[in-house]
């Protein structure tokens, strides 16, 4: 069955780095669309980031273009999110998505990313 | 501020049908596919509704999606206190080339 498994998140002082992980299984990973979304304290979904099957393009929410960088390893079924020069407004839980035939239909459960000084 | 609109919350009694609005534009919902979402706060979204209307498996048919314009519908009957969750419409907008949800509506089944 196909698993998305996010991992990387922690608490991090503001302008620091952090980089998360999600690891793919039971689908042919490199087939698919990939995406980011995360859902702030109190706050409803966010989407952040999408990277193409290929890793040939990628596109980024406003709020967070030329800070975060998605990207994906296709030979280790994995997809990363950079995040660097993190803000307070950044704290939330990131979920990882898989992109199927128009829906996101495959969530991961989520990791914290807590940005506090 | 979230791309797509939905009402904050909504209500009904047990047994009784609900349905929750999503507006858009004409480059999001009106040429693009819109899904549903049930989430559980601590557990991850699931997909209720995908290609506007499609129910994936597993998904019990008191499960409804509709799209008119640029509006969508989700369509909940015979409601019961399990299906107190909070519900999000999301969407391609293909202006922005991002994904967009709406900000999320908290169903209470009284």
């Known amino acids: 069955q196909v698993q998305l498994v996010e991992s990387g998140g922690g608490v991090v002082q503001p302008g620091r780095s952090l980089r998360l992980s999600c690891a793919a299984s039971?689908?042919?990973?490199?087939?698919?669309?990939m995406h980011w979304v995360r859902q702030a304290p109190g706050k409803g979904l966010e989407w952040v980031a999408v990277i193409w099957y290929d890793g040939s393009k990628t596109n980024y929410a406003d709020s967070v273009r030329g800070r975060f960088t998605i990207s994906r390893d296709n030979a280790k079924n994995t997809l990363y999110l950079q995040m660097n020069s993190l803000r307070a407004e950044d704290t939330a839980v990131y979920y990882c998505?898989?992109?199927?035939?128009?829906?996101?239909?495959?969530w991961g459960q989520g990791t914290l990313v807590a940005v506090s000084s | 501020q979230s791309v797509l609109t939905q009402p904050p919350s909504v209500s009904a009694a047990p047994g009784q049908k609900v349905t929750i609005s999503c507006s858009g534009s004409s480059s999001s919902i009106e040429n693009n596919y819109v899904s549903w979402f049930q989430h559980v706060p601590g557990t991850a979204p699931k997909l209720l509704i995908y290609d506007n209307n499609k129910r994936p498996s597993g998904i019990p048919d008191r499960f409804s999606g509709s799209k008119s314009g640029t509006s969508a519908t989700l369509g909940i009957t015979g409601l019961q206190t399990g299906d107190e969750a909070d519900y999000y419409c999301g969407t391609w907008d293909s202006s922005l080339s991002a994904g967009v949800f709406g900000g999320g509506t908290k169903l209470t089944v009284l």
């Open positions: 998505l898989r992109y199927n035939i128009n829906t996101f239909d495959y």
């Open positions: 039971g689908f042919i990973f490199r087939s698919n669309g």
